[in-house]
């Protein structure tokens, strides 16, 4: 079974530019969840997404968002990039909403320049 | 504020000895106290997780161990081998309508042969 899929795997961006990052949940999960990890922290939480309905968000500005499909894939936006955006995002996912183990796909390596 | 506090940043063991690294935590609310386990260029996996209903988990090498009254828990690699050279992340949560992961900041792991 295919574990959590997260594309594309690096991207380069500069400042004030726009970003979108893709997550394919594990087969049979309907939640997925978003964390920021910058180099040397553990993961910040930014976005949990059940049944494509915002359930919980961090404290990350508007400039964040997100949304997830029908299939329950999901997709993370970050507007008007800030160097401090640069990060390995991650994304996570599980089979339901509450009290479950959260499975992380090998995530997405930022760096906004 | 750092809602989970972990120690040592860094640690190093020989093969075949005891690692362990201790957690702390405020917000009694929390139920639930996974151990991450993260290899460079990869998501965090998870290790072991325990519920506050039990002072002691083992699988394998691995055992949490978990103090209520001290809000603290901590985890213990027996005959710590290379191959155990990693960054571990402890993490809780607690259900708020979502099921977001509080992190620590994560102990680098190096095993000496």
């Known amino acids: 079974d295919a574990g959590v899929t997260q594309s594309p795997t690096h991207l380069i961006k500069t400042r004030g530019q726009h970003v979108t990052l893709r997550c394919s949940p594990i087969?049979?999960?309907?939640?997925v969840s978003w964390y920021q990890q910058v180099l040397g922290q553990g993961p910040q939480f930014i976005f949990q997404?059940?049944?494509?309905?915002?359930?919980g968000r961090g404290n990350f500005p508007d400039r964040f968002s997100a949304r997830q499909f029908p299939n329950y894939s999901s997709e993370l936006n970050v507007n008007a990039l800030l160097l401090g955006d640069s990060a390995l995002y991650l994304c996570?996912?599980?089979?339901?909403?509450?009290?479950?183990?959260?499975?992380f796909g090998p995530g997405t390596r930022l760096l906004v320049l | 504020q750092q809602q989970v506090k972990q120690s040592p940043q860094s640690l190093i063991v020989q093969k075949g000895g005891i690692s362990i690294i201790n957690c702390a935590y405020e917000?009694?609310?929390?139920?639930?106290f996974p151990w991450y386990q993260q290899f460079p260029g990869k998501g965090p996996a998870l290790l072991i997780a325990?519920?506050?209903?039990?002072s002691e988990k083992k699988e394998g090498r691995f055992t949490i161990s978990f103090n209520k009254s001290a809000k603290q828990f901590s985890l213990h690699i027996m005959d710590s081998q290379p191959g155990d050279s990693a960054t571990y992340f402890c993490?809780?949560?607690?259900?708020?309508?979502?099921?977001?992961?509080?992190f620590g900041t994560g102990t680098r792991l190096t095993v000496i042969p």
């Open positions: 996570a996912s599980s089979p339901g909403l509450a009290g479950e183990t959260q499975y």
């Open positions: 087969s049979g999960h309907k939640s």
């Open positions: 997404y059940y049944e494509k309905e915002e359930r």
């Open positions: 917000n009694t609310a929390f139920d639930y």
């Open positions: 325990i519920r506050p209903d039990v």
């Open positions: 993490a809780a949560s607690m259900w708020t309508g979502a099921n977001n992961l509080f």
